[in-house]
């Protein structure tokens, strides 16, 4: 196996600065830095391109996002035991990794990137406990389009299907409709068990990401209420499952091309957009 850098290997940092992966923060450390460059450059080339990284941990896919050609990496670390690791990444790339500690949910991305220039990049293997409200957030960024040109993200594979999903799944729900509204999201590829420290009970998915540039105009708190009512109570059809939302449902239905004894799987994302903006008005 190749060294993508002369920094010691992912074992032996682990050993030495005792960071056992902790459950409460949903840490799970990928050890293979042959799969975190695969990951790395999922998204296409890093030349030039800044990157926002989320739960670093011993700092393997900082790594790969370095030797990969990463102008800047901004790594956003809660676990203070990482630091250490992470400052020696820093001393290796020379001004060209910052790490924030802090919480992720609670981070001020504007103020994070006001001093990179160039397009910016989200890729991490996400803390499992915080991976869907993270790209939800990501996903409801105003104005759109956002201020990064894609997201390379690591879910468990269960959650990557509910992201990638249509009306043609049986995973599509909610996450599909808002993921499938504002950007084109794919799964990569699938990463095993084994490949982590500890290994999880699940696989896992790398899902890029790419916002669209000129999704239908919507407010996302409108498109989060109709899928609310619709996927809360899926098996109702959807003259039952919306009444609650109030305003001319039969108008609506009718503009959005949909029946109303349809239900919510069988709705596409353009159909509860447009359904979304008749109902909010």
Partial sequence: ???????????????????????????????????????????????????????????????????????????????????????????????????????????????LIRVLEGPIRIAANLPYNI???????????????????????MFQKEVAERIVATEADDAYGRLGVLAGWRTQAQIVFDVPPSAFVPPPKVTSSVVHLRPRPEPTPCTPSALERVTQAAFGQRRKMLRQSLKSLGGDLSTALEAAGLRPDMRAEEVPVESFVVLANMLAK
């Fill in 1 to 111: 196996m190749a060294q993508i850098d002369t920094l010691p290997p992912l074992r032996e940092v682990i050993r030495q600065h005792e960071l056992m992966a902790k459950k409460s923060l949903g840490q799970n450390f990928l050890l293979d830095l042959n799969l975190t460059a695969k990951i790395a450059r999922a998204g296409g080339s890093l030349e030039g391109v800044n990157v926002i990284e989320i739960g670093p941990g011993p700092g393997g896919l900082t790594r790969a996002l370095l030797a990969s050609g990463a102008k800047h990496v901004v790594a956003v670390e809660r676990d203070e035991r990482c630091l250490a690791a992470l400052a020696e990444i820093a001393a290796h790339y020379p001004g060209r990794l910052t790490v924030h500690a802090g919480d992720a949910l609670e981070a001020d991305w504007p103020d």
């Fill in 131 to 153: 991976a869907t409200p993270l790209l939800i957030g990501w996903l409801k960024t105003e104005p759109w389009p956002p201020w990064f040109d894609a997201m390379i993200l």
